[in-house]
């Protein structure tokens, strides 16, 4: 029986392997208590086999602008749900990162505004 509950989890390498995150993100994500682990008796540490779309939604909250942090608070629809876009618990959070990316994107086109201008006086002056 001890054979079944091995075999229905997963080791960090198959858990890398079929997510494509790196073992190193895994135990952070683990670390953070994003992902729910247990360890074996040679104290290996197992994921269940949902941690597979844990891995990869969490690699997607992350590429959108989130925090462990941010993520670890977000409710089970958010962070369980491969490819889950929204959950009225998280519209606020993600209202928040869009104003910020937004506020950065401005701040990003004023630098190259500011740049393109000192090129041009340059180019007028002779240089």
Same mark, same amino acid.
């Given at each position: 029986?001890?054979?079944?509950?091995?075999?229905? =989890?997963?080791?960090?390498?198959?858990?890398?392997?079929?997510?494509?995150?790196?073992?190193?993100?895994?135990?952070?994500?683990? %670390?953070?208590?994003?992902?729910?682990?247990?360890?074996?008796?040679?104290?290996?540490?197992?994921?269940?086999? &949902?941690?597979?779309?844990?891995?990869?939604?969490?690699?997607?909250?992350?590429?959108?602008?989130?925090?462990?942090?941010?993520?670890?608070?977000?409710?089970?629809?958010?962070?369980?749900?491969?490819?889950?876009?929204?959950?009225?618990?998280?519209?606020?959070?993600?209202?928040?990162?869009?104003?910020?990316? %937004?506020?950065?994107? &401005?701040?990003?086109?004023?630098?190259?505004?500011?740049?393109?201008?000192?090129? =041009?006086? &340059?180019?007028?002056?002779?240089?």
């Amino acid at each position: 029986m001890h054979e079944t509950s091995q075999s229905a =989890t997963l080791s960090i390498g198959e858990l890398a392997h079929r997510t494509g995150a790196s073992l190193r993100s895994i135990r952070h994500y683990d %670390e953070h208590g994003l992902l729910a682990s247990v360890r074996a008796d040679n104290r290996y540490r197992r994921f269940p086999g &949902a941690a597979v779309t844990q891995v990869k939604q969490i690699q997607r909250l992350i590429a959108a602008g989130f925090s462990l942090a941010e993520i670890r608070g977000f409710p089970d629809c958010m962070r369980l749900i491969e490819g889950a876009a929204m959950c009225p618990e998280t519209t606020p959070a993600q209202r928040k990162r869009l104003a910020e990316v %937004e506020r950065q994107i &401005a701040d990003l086109e004023q630098r190259r505004a500011r740049l393109l201008a000192m090129l =041009t006086e &340059a180019r007028s002056a002779g240089g």
